[in-house]
């Protein structure tokens, strides 16, 4: 309903998986790869949820790991202390970046045919993870589970009475029931965890800037903010929310995640995108989601592997379809214009398949746009 900020309704809650397939395979990922501790992840992370989609948005605006970063720790099994530096000096650059009127300043720049790119980008990234890595991970078990998924939620996306969402996850937790959890192990787990405090030395800083914060940066830029900003214009166009909040809310997640030993973390287009997509409208879909991170956090984190077994990678690859076309969705707004299109569509494939390419993508598209009559060009053509 228009002025609820949050709603507890079975749509919220609904949307609360919107993106939980980008989210948990990532956090796990950290968790085993880089021997985190799993309760000051869950935990940091359920909090800050709360905290911006509850007291600072009430809107549908999640919080999501660094992707960039996530993909290095994983790959290159770095320490928690090089992450959590990078998290304090990617905190540190967005805020100057923010306060300078920087970081509005590239919002204001970067044409829409441009951020439509990133977004259709972003999308292409998702959709491919989804089919290439999610449903196929458990064979042709997996595959009948996602199939089965996928046409509940073909059957009821935008149905506000049955979300699906709810019974697309339903259904991936009465399979794990029946085929993989180990109950036994399940309840001996149980226990009540705290977050561990970390300290900052400067060379975890200085390397987690070189090797972590830096490459991250160009995609926080191009669809953490310009994106994120953009997509809520669209599907909530009465917000008030600009370049300069999102940029500060940023900046102030990442200051204080590494303290409690947390994730470096952003807000995203996908991520919105996919609680829009299964159905929430205000900021409870974000509060419902931190929740249960918290609670895995603060009851599970002793046998969280075990937890990961209620979500399976082919329904979490589902989720992570839906919200990826979602998100390639908003490319139609530039197809009207042949050039605007075809310059979307450009960096769209550059954003997803090349390496660092959401910053190629956003500076070659925009400087292409700003110097290259491609108009002009196509009606040669």
Same mark, same amino acid.
């Given at each position: 309903?228009?002025? %609820?900020?949050?709603?507890?309704? +079975?749509?919220?809650?609904?949307?609360?998986?919107?993106?939980?397939?980008?989210?948990?395979?990532?956090?796990?990922?950290?968790?085993?790869?880089?021997?985190?501790? =799993? #309760?000051?992840?869950?935990?940091?992370?359920?909090?800050?949820?709360?905290?911006?989609?509850?007291?600072?948005?009430?809107?549908?605006?999640?919080?999501?790991?660094? *992707?960039?970063?996530?993909?290095?720790?994983?790959?290159? *099994?770095?320490?928690?202390?090089?992450?959590?530096?990078?998290?304090?000096?990617?905190?540190?650059?967005?805020?100057?970046?923010?306060?300078?009127?920087?970081?509005?300043?590239?919002? +204001?720049?970067?044409?829409? &045919?441009?951020?439509?790119?990133?977004?259709?980008?972003?999308?292409?990234?998702?959709?491919?993870?989804?089919? *290439?890595?999610?449903?196929? =991970?458990?064979?042709?078990?997996?595959?009948?589970?996602?199939?089965?998924?996928?046409?509940?939620?073909?059957?009821?996306?935008?149905?506000?009475? !049955?979300?699906?969402?709810?019974?697309?996850?339903?259904?991936?937790?009465?399979?794990?029931?029946?085929?993989?959890?180990?109950?036994?192990?399940?309840?001996?787990?149980?226990?009540? &965890?705290?977050?561990?405090?970390?300290?900052?030395?400067?060379?975890?800083?200085?390397?987690?800037?070189?090797?972590?914060?830096?490459?991250?940066?160009?995609?926080?830029?191009?669809?953490?903010?310009?994106?994120?900003? %953009?997509?809520? %214009?669209?599907? !909530?166009?009465?917000?008030? @929310? &600009? @370049?300069? *909040?999102?940029? $500060?809310?940023? &900046?102030?997640?990442?200051?204080?995640?590494?303290?409690?030993?947390?994730?470096?973390?952003?807000?995203?287009?996908?991520?919105? #995108?996919?609680?829009?997509? !299964?159905?929430?409208?205000?900021?409870?879909?974000?509060?419902?989601?931190?929740?249960?991170?918290?609670?895995?956090?603060? !009851?599970? /984190?002793?046998? $969280?592997?075990?937890?990961?077994?209620?979500?399976?990678?082919?329904?979490?690859?589902?989720?992570?379809?839906?919200?990826?076309? #979602?998100?390639? =969705?908003?490319?139609?707004?530039?197809?009207? /214009? %042949?050039?605007?299109?075809?310059?979307?569509?450009? @960096?769209?494939?550059?954003?997803?398949? @090349?390496?660092?390419?959401?910053?190629? #993508?956003?500076?070659?598209?925009?400087?292409?746009?700003?110097?290259?009559?491609?108009?002009?060009?196509? +009606?040669?053509?």
């Amino acid at each position: 309903m228009p002025g %609820k900020r949050i709603q507890f309704d +079975r749509n919220e809650f609904s949307g609360a998986f919107g993106d939980i397939g980008t989210d948990l395979p990532l956090l796990a990922g950290m968790i085993l790869s880089c021997g985190l501790d =799993s #309760a000051s992840v869950f935990i940091t992370y359920g909090a800050l949820q709360i905290l911006t989609g509850g007291v600072l948005y009430g809107l549908p605006v999640p919080v999501q790991p660094l *992707k960039a970063v996530a993909v290095i720790m994983i790959a290159q *099994k770095l320490p928690g202390g090089v992450m959590y530096g990078a998290g304090l000096a990617i905190g540190a650059i967005m805020l100057v970046l923010t306060l300078t009127g920087l970081l509005q300043w590239v919002a +204001r720049v970067i044409p829409e &045919s441009v951020v439509r790119g990133v977004q259709l980008g972003l999308g292409m990234a998702l959709c491919t993870l989804a089919l *290439k890595d999610y449903v196929p =991970s458990q064979g042709m078990p997996g595959w009948i589970l996602a199939g089965v998924g996928f046409v509940i939620v073909l059957l009821l996306l935008g149905n506000r009475k !049955f979300p699906p969402a709810l019974l697309v996850i339903g259904l991936g937790i009465a399979y794990a029931a029946v085929f993989r959890l180990d109950f036994g192990r399940l309840t001996d787990g149980i226990g009540l &965890s705290h977050p561990h405090w970390w300290t900052p030395t400067m060379p975890d800083i200085w390397q987690g800037l070189l090797v972590l914060a830096l490459p991250q940066l160009g995609l926080s830029i191009a669809n953490s903010v310009v994106a994120t900003h %953009k997509t809520i %214009k669209d599907l !909530f166009p009465q917000s008030s @929310v &600009s @370049v300069r *909040k999102i940029g $500060f809310t940023y &900046s102030i997640m990442n200051l204080m995640a590494p303290w409690t030993s947390g994730v470096p973390v952003c807000h995203g287009a996908g991520g919105l #995108a996919g609680h829009y997509a !299964f159905g929430a409208r205000t900021g409870g879909s974000v509060v419902i989601y931190g929740g249960l991170y918290l609670a895995i956090g603060l !009851f599970f /984190s002793g046998c $969280f592997d075990e937890v990961l077994k209620i979500f399976p990678l082919p329904i979490l690859g589902v989720v992570l379809l839906f919200e990826g076309v #979602a998100l390639m =969705s908003f490319v139609r707004s530039v197809a009207s /214009s %042949k050039a605007d299109l075809f310059l979307a569509l450009v @960096v769209g494939v550059i954003a997803a398949f @090349v390496p660092y390419g959401y910053l190629i #993508a956003m500076v070659g598209g925009t400087v292409i746009a700003r110097f290259v009559p491609l108009d002009r060009t196509m +009606r040669l053509g």
